[in-house]
């Protein structure tokens, strides 16, 4: 039988959308789901996927990429792979598992709302598909780091992050929750294919990918790359949403664009950050973090935003500014705070790394070097109290990060302070002016506390270092310990006085 050709179907197809005779229409499209706003209905109509995919192609495609990864997997099932990976590497790869897989299984439901909600026929097709790949996301990630649980059980907090109340589970609840399920289908889009996807995947799944093979892990290079390559198309469901938005409210797509690039930033900042500059094996480094973020976020990002007529965001210095400083404050606060983590951070300060880090960040030693001094100079005199914290630090309200990351020791222009706001007689702590901006116009649909608050509403017993660990849900098989017990401390250890050498005067 003669088959049309798919460019005399497709657009029939993908345009199955009819006026409705007995239900109202707002019936179907309630606008607190659908977030038309200002956008009048038949707007939607101009709605136009860049990337064409009907059903029989998308199958056919997915089906060959979920074949070569499991291919890989099976023939690396037999090898002694786990055993040959560096510690530091490891725990960049747990990072990963633990925040992002659930976070794929988030992304199903957002795509499955805009599957349902989005008003225009073509805009829901893609979106199916964008669900149907964020199931197969998870699915590769919770099936990959299985794989490794009964070698070390931190790997089971693929799983379980997100079913705790892990700081970190909380920080990716707090923004993935306002980025994909509080708002409207419409901020939806803008928030996660846009801004999200377009902008930020690519740093964990292409930056990471490099480092991934390079340190040998070849399951996990190939499981993101394979993850990036759907990322890419139904990310595009931002750019034609954004496009209609652009000519009915653009003050609403700025807003959206704006926010969203924050959080997203402050939370690469401890996913992505550390892995790159501090737990990637000095010799498989590429590039360094901010050189990344540069050419892939800030170069590529701003050119995206200007085709469109949009502005950079209005914090572009603090921004920029923070690129030298959040992830070396965030590195140095989850390996001081190990215990709280479900893997094991290396320090990533041997002399060579430290030599790495000042030519990437002239400021390095200047901000960091004092602090690590202290650090080494308590393990070498065996004062592991000192290297260990005995509460917690002051979280942002908006971001849940400590207080202070946003900034760093001796920077005079955005030193290590509180940014308060008070509201209906309570006062609320923020680690930065757009997290507390952002906090203020979205109060209504926040409602997370910090684990401060819970701590002072006395809901962790006993309210000490035990407590919270419990409270968290981490367990003393999980808890994190330095990655290389140490060892890489010994070499700031001062040298033992060699008997005779002073002149005898010991004798
Ligand atoms: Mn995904
Ligand atoms: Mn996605």
């Not at 073509?122 to 070698?151: C, P, S």
Request: charged residues 20%; contains cysteine.
């Amino acid at each position: 039988m003669a088959r049309m050709k798919r460019e005399e179907w497709y657009n029939i197809a993908r345009d199955v959308d009819w006026t409705r005779s007995y239900v109202d229409e707002e019936a179907v499209f309630p606008e607190w789901l659908s977030g038309s706003g200002k956008v009048p209905r038949e707007a939607w109509r101009s709605w136009d996927e860049p990337y064409k995919c009907a059903y029989s192609d998308y199958v056919a495609t997915q089906r060959e990429k979920e074949g070569s990864v499991y291919a890989v997997k099976a023939a690396l099932q037999r090898s002694n792979i786990f055993e040959s990976l560096d510690e530091g590497w490891k725990s960049t790869a747990k990072v990963h598992f633990g925040a992002v897989s659930l976070i794929e299984y988030l992304a199903v439901l957002a795509e499955q709302r805009m599957g349902r909600f989005g008003l225009s026929p073509a805009w829901r097709n893609m979106a199916v598909f964008g669900a149907l790949d964020e199931i197969r996301h998870t699915q590769m990630d919770l099936y990959l780091a299985h794989e490794f649980i009964a070698k070390d059980p931190q790997f089971d907090w693929a799983l379980k992050n997100y079913h705790t109340n892990c700081w970190c589970a909380i920080v990716g609840r707090a923004t993935f929750d306002g980025m994909m399920m509080n708002p409207n289908v419409v901020d939806i889009a803008i928030q996660l294919p846009f801004t999200f996807e377009t902008g930020f995947t690519n740093l964990q799944f292409v930056a990471l990918a490099a480092d991934a093979l390079d340190s040998g892990d070849v399951n996990f290079a190939n499981m993101i790359s394979s993850t990036q390559t759907d990322e890419a198309r139904h990310a595009q469901q931002g750019g034609p949403t954004l496009e209609i938005l652009m000519q009915h409210d653009p003050k609403r797509a700025q807003w959206m664009i704006d926010k969203t690039f924050w959080a997203s930033a402050r939370l690469f900042s401890l996913l992505t950050g550390p892995g790159m500059d501090y737990y990637t094996p000095l010799e498989h480094r590429r590039q360094s973090y901010k050189e990344f973020m540069e050419e892939w976020i800030v170069a590529e990002f701003l050119r995206l935003i200007e085709d469109y007529g949009l502005k950079k965001p209005w914090y572009w210095q603090e921004f920029l500014a923070g690129l030298e400083t959040w992830h070396h404050s965030l590195h140095l606060g989850v390996w001081f705070w190990r215990q709280t983590v479900w893997m094991n951070p290396q320090g990533g300060v041997s002399k060579a790394e430290r030599a790495w880090l000042q030519k990437k960040y002239p400021h390095w030693e200047e901000q960091w070097g004092p602090i690590w001094d202290t650090l080494i100079q308590n393990i070498n005199a065996g004062n592991m109290e000192g290297t260990l914290p005995e509460t917690l630090p002051w979280l942002c309200n908006l971001c849940h990060l400590p207080i202070g990351t946003a900034a760093s020791p001796n920077n005079l222009r955005y030193p290590v302070r509180s940014y308060p706001l008070t509201h209906n007689g309570y006062t609320y702590h923020f680690c930065s002016r757009p997290c507390r901006q952002i906090w203020w116009e979205d109060k209504d649909m926040l409602h997370q506390k910090t684990i401060i608050e819970h701590l002072l509403a006395g809901e962790i017993q006993p309210p000490d270092v035990g407590g919270i660990l419990a409270w968290m849900g981490l367990t003393p098989e999980i808890m994190g310990g330095d990655a290389y017990k140490y060892k890489w401390a010994e070499e700031y250890r001062e040298p033992a006085p060699v008997a005779g050498a002073e002149g005898g005067s010991h004798a």
